[in-house]
């Protein structure tokens, strides 16, 4: 969030870039679908009953008081998200669906906070992000004490690659969400978004929902590419 550009302004560097691709033959591409980390719950299953959550309150992270009013803002929305009870369905970015997937969550949790017309998928969140440059690598990165998270604020996106194929995506960027800070409970990060299969504090996630920040495992084939600021 502590970006020149301001929580407002992304729309429009996004929107010069879609307009310049266009207009010299090349189309991003923008799917508006994030298939889960893992297989999803049985289809037959309403998302409603099968949503296995978990939900914080703004005060309970360390950071909150500090934080800008817009990364405030954000964050109050992202968490209001996590109380409706929402599953995991892949292609959904309306909570009246019952649930969403990952880019659909943030993209919706954007919307609330004020930015105006934030991309559908996570591969054009990713480039909409660092248009401006805004995007810190820390591909390789095996600690969250590493110095390549030293710049990472709440508010901040997140970015993985390998969660599942995106051959035609450069870089191949197929999961996001948003870290939310520090939480005061046991002075571990945490991050906000949707998922069918990570955890929070040894907990498995089904939906939309507060997690765990941890980088992937060194055998996993999904890899952590980078943050930055809205």
Partial sequence: MESTRGLFSGAIVFSTIVSACCFSGIMIADPGEEPPIRPPEPPQAPASTTAKVVSIKPEEIVEYPKMRPEVQKLVRESLKLTALGLGY????????????????????ALKAAGVKNPPRSSYTIYQWAGA???????RGVESLEDEAFQKLKPGDL?????????AKRK?????????LG???????????????GRRFRGKKIHGVSVFDFALPRKESKAKFVGYGPV
């Fill in 89 to 108: 369905t892949y292609g959904s970015n309306n909570p009246e669906n019952k649930g969403m997937d990952c880019s659909g969550t943030v993209q919706r």
């Fill in 132 to 138: 401006a440059g805004n995007i810190r690598l820390a």
């Fill in 158 to 166: 997140l970015f993985w690659e390998g969660t599942y194929a995106t």
């Fill in 171 to 179: 870089p191949p960027i197929s999961h996001v969400m948003i870290y």
């Fill in 182 to 196: 520090t939480w005061k409970k046991d002075g571990k990060p945490v991050i906000f978004g949707a998922s069918s």
